[in-house]
């Protein structure tokens, strides 16, 4: 842990003082190894959720994003992408092969992309946490605590609403943040996701959750009932004016 840390803010540091100037792969490439530390000591359990969100994030908003759209290779990613009528499509992502990087991250990348006013549909998660990163178009984000749940709902308190912009980031974990909903603003629109799963030993699990059929309970709680995909989709996938 105390090794992440350091190599962690020697990288920020030699971002704040401009040090990288072109070629720049090597920031990438930097950045991609240092991902993969932070993630497997949240694998490990050396760090917490809220530290893994809030490491990531910063390094999302370190690297400089045209670079970051040539390491994932955005413009193939993105050619002849197929935008669904309801919700969002998503993409795999391989990194380049790099020393120090193992083939097979602990973390799952993928981009996702979606048509205006299409969503990634309001939901919660367990045993999970992902951050994100706009690459292309803006989107409308709210996102929630997760302060208890039972069989049918997810109890929840409002965090973040705002328009997230392309370079903005976000995060969710059971500890932070754990409900997210984004809306697409823009004719199209994209973010790359990094996702750490079955955290704990335990099975992740993902609830949509209908918001707009929420009911107050008090002390700014709303209990929001559990919907399956199909439902929540028809709901919530494509907004109507």
């Known amino acids: 842990m105390l090794g992440t840390a350091l190599n962690y803010f020697l990288l920020q540091s030699l971002f704040s003082s401009q040090a990288f100037a072109r070629p720049v792969a090597?920031?990438?490439?930097?950045?991609?190894?240092?991902?993969?530390?932070?993630?497997?000591?949240?694998?490990?359990e050396k760090i917490s959720p809220v530290l893994w969100q809030s490491q990531v994030e910063k390094l999302f908003n370190h690297i400089p994003l045209d670079e970051m759209l040539k390491f994932?290779?955005?413009?193939?990613?993105t050619r002849n992408f197929e935008y669904p009528d309801l919700g969002v499509n998503t993409k795999m992502i391989m990194f380049p092969k790099l020393d120090g990087l193992p083939e097979k991250t602990v973390f799952i990348k993928k981009i996702f992309g979606m048509k205006k006013d299409r969503a990634i549909i309001p939901h919660g998660h367990s045993n999970m946490s992902s951050a994100h990163l706009v690459l292309k178009g803006e989107f409308a984000l709210k996102h929630y605590d997760k302060v208890h749940e039972d069989d049918?709902?997810?109890?929840?308190k409002p965090t973040i609403e705002k328009t997230a912009k392309v370079g903005s980031s976000s995060s969710i974990s059971d500890e932070k943040n754990n409900i997210h909903w984004f809306i697409a603003n823009?004719?199209?629109?994209?973010?790359?996701?990094?996702?750490?799963?079955?955290?704990?030993?335990?099975?992740?699990?993902?609830?949509?959750i209908d918001i707009k059929a929420g009911e107050k309970t008090g002390n700014g709680l709303i209990r929001a009932p559990k919907m399956d995909v199909q439902t929540a989709l028809k709901k919530y996938g494509k907004q109507h004016h």
Do not use: R
């Open 186 to 208: 823009t004719e199209t629109a994209f973010t790359f996701d990094v996702i750490m799963l079955d955290l704990g030993g335990k099975e992740y699990d993902i609830h949509n």
């Open 72 to 77: 994932i290779d955005f413009e193939t990613l």
């Open 152 to 156: 049918k709902n997810l109890f929840i």
């Open 26 to 44: 090597p920031i990438a490439n930097h950045w991609a190894k240092q991902l993969s530390e932070i993630c497997n000591d949240l694998k490990l």
